[in-house]
C-alpha cells in the first residue's frame, strides 16, 4: 500500500514556523495600530445625538 495515503499535506514551502503565540501577539499588534486611531477619534455630534435619542426611546418603553 502506499505509505502517503495518511499523511498530512501542506501547503506552500516547508521552512521554519513561528510559535503560534508569537503569531497571535503580532496579529494582536497590527489590529491595535489599525483600529486606536480610528477609536481615538472624537464622535460626531450628530451621531451622538442619535445615541441619545435612543436611549430616551428604550427608557420611555
Known amino acids: ?3 502517503k495515503v495518511n ?3 501542506t501547503m ?3 521552512g ?3 510559535p503560534q ?3 497571535d501577539h503580532w496579529f494582536d499588534n ?3 495600530e489599525l ?3 480610528v477609536v481615538s477619534e472624537p ?3 450628530d451621531l451622538a445625538a442619535l445615541i441619545d435619542q435612543l436611549k430616551a426611546d428604550d427608557r420611555q418603553k
Open 1 to 3: 500500500m502506499n505509505e
Open 7 to 9: 499523511q498530512p499535506k
Open 12 to 14: 506552500g514551502a516547508p
Open 16 to 18: 521554519p514556523q513561528k
Open 21 to 23: 503565540i508569537q503569531r
Open 30 to 32: 497590527q489590529l491595535n
Open 35 to 37: 483600529f486606536n486611531h
Open 43 to 45: 464622535l460626531p455630534a
